[in-house]
């Protein structure tokens, strides 16, 4: 069964540190890419970051310098690495995978939720 599984969120202070984890799981080939969106309460949801097969990252303006993505090289997680976080990065997490031969098939996750404080 595909899954998508995100951990690592957690409350913490402005400038604080978070690694956010999306493990994969049921899938019976590598997508096409992997991205990371947030919601914050009130708000539509974000587009911050992705990744692709061959390890070419992107991320959103408002994260550009902050936080980097990555993978674990033939693993099955991919990570989000958030630093000097700010009481705006307060959202729900989720990873979604984009797949399938025209790349245009796509699971989300559940999320996880991060809250900054000032």
């Known amino acids: 069964e595909m899954r998508l599984m995100e951990s690592g969120g957690g409350s913490v202070q402005a400038g604080d540190s978070l690694r956010l984890s999306c493990t994969v799981s049921?899938?019976?080939?590598?997508?096409?890419?992997l991205d990371w969106y947030r919601q914050a309460a009130g708000k539509q949801r974000e587009w911050i970051s992705s990744?692709?097969?061959?390890?070419?990252?992107a991320y959103a303006e408002s994260v550009k310098g902050r936080f980097t993505v990555s993978n674990d090289k033939g693993g099955d997680t991919v990570y989000l690495q958030m630093n000097s976080l700010k009481p705006e990065d307060t959202a729900t997490y989720s990873c979604?995978?984009?797949?399938?031969?025209?790349?245009?098939?796509?699971?989300w996750g559940q999320g996880t939720q991060v809250a900054v404080s000032s």
């Open positions: 049921g899938f019976s080939s590598r997508g096409c890419a």
């Open positions: 990744i692709t097969g061959d390890g070419s990252p």
């Open positions: 979604k995978m984009t797949y399938g031969g025209s790349c245009d098939y796509f699971w």
